[in-house]
């Protein structure tokens, strides 16, 4: 809205050419009539009647310049009868449609205006400027022609400006929609992790939940203060969970003062074994090698891997399981394995979470930061989960 009135007004222009071309057209026809030139106001009746048929059809030049054009050839060549001594002024009117037919109309059309251009020149200089010698024939013949070569050469040119103008416009569209897609896309890839994520933290904390429930449930009778102790486990438990939930739904809203805090590292599987620990399962963690810099991408990836085994080992592996967190600091990657020697091996594979972000979810982590994970049935009993991630992914 606070457009410069000049570009205002060029913007207007440009949404409405007919209407700049019939206001020209009838600007044009009222300064012909009153200039009375060429007898105009001498009676001339078949003068003015041509010379509004010859500028008419110029208003049209750009919405129909292949009609407008038929329509100005077949009156020049009615003057050429009719007035065969009188050249009218409105024979302005050819060149310019020379002009349009090569900007606005299609190639054929462009190339047929140009031959019937020329092919006028010679008519015209015979009827009007001959005077009966060669020399003037040539001589007007040749002096027409170059201005019908150059009003179709500039209009040429204009045709060559507005298809660039097109190009140009195509291009932006196709940035538009291809900047769409990679906006939805990386939508989608988002919602993808937020899933694993809360399929993470909900699992996890939920089958500790479970885990001290049962606990406290057959303690309560006999061992109160295990009852209690169970009790104060689910409640920390779930505080955490409802505050790693928030976290996550966080990057779903939009606004100004939201808090945020890092994520899981690989320092922090002590205290998750620890958490699973107070859950009643016997679970060791077995560190060999010095820590190396890694992506926090992949020390995340690490740390849930951890997190989805142990909770499928509290799941699946039974009362009485045991289970194993080893992590290898190799020289190239962190080696991590999860073991059980309970009945975790089909339980796992067969009773699915119905939405397939347990496996799938561990397997598509690794290979996301360029490691690898393979997941199965151990040798007598029990279930594995082993996982390479090197330290530097690759580019």
Known sequence: MDQPLLERMAGWLRRHPFGVDATLTALLIVVLFGSGTGGYANDNNVGLLLTVVLL???????????????????????????????????????????????AYAPRWASHAGLVTGLVGAALASAVYFGEGTLFAFVFSTGAISVLVVACWALGDLRRA???????????????????????????????????????????????????????GRYAGQSDPAAATGALEAISATGRQALTDMRKLLGVLREGDGQEFAPQPDV???????????ASGLDVDLIVEGSPQPMPAGAQLAAYRIVQESLTNVLKHAGPAGRAWVRLQWRPDALELAVLDDGRGASASIVESDGQ????????????????????????????????????????
């Open 161 to 215: 400006r507005l298809q660039e103008v097109s190009g140009l416009q195509e291009r932006a569209r196709l940035l538009e929609l291809e900047r769409e897609q990679e906006m939805r896309l990386a939508a989608s890839t988002e919602r993808a992790r937020i899933a694993r994520e809360m399929h993470d933290v909900v699992a996890h904390s939920l089958s500790v939940v479970i885990a001290q429930a049962d606990g």
């Open 267 to 277: 320092a922090a599987i002590d205290q998750l074994v620890a958490d699973v620990q």
């Open 356 to 395: 397939g972000q347990g496996l799938l979810g561990m397997r598509e982590r690794a290979e996301l930061h360029g490691g690898r994970l393979t997941a199965g049935p151990r040798h007598g009993g029990g279930f594995g989960v082993q996982a390479v991630l090197p330290y530097r992914s690759p580019r």
């Open 56 to 102: 008419a059809p110029l208003a049209w030049r750009r919405r129909r310049p292949v009609r407008a054009a038929a329509v100005v050839v077949a009156v020049s060549l009615a003057e050429l009868v009719l007035l065969p001594s009188y050249f009218l002024p409105a024979n302005v009117a050819a060149p310019v449609m020379i002009y349009a037919l090569a």
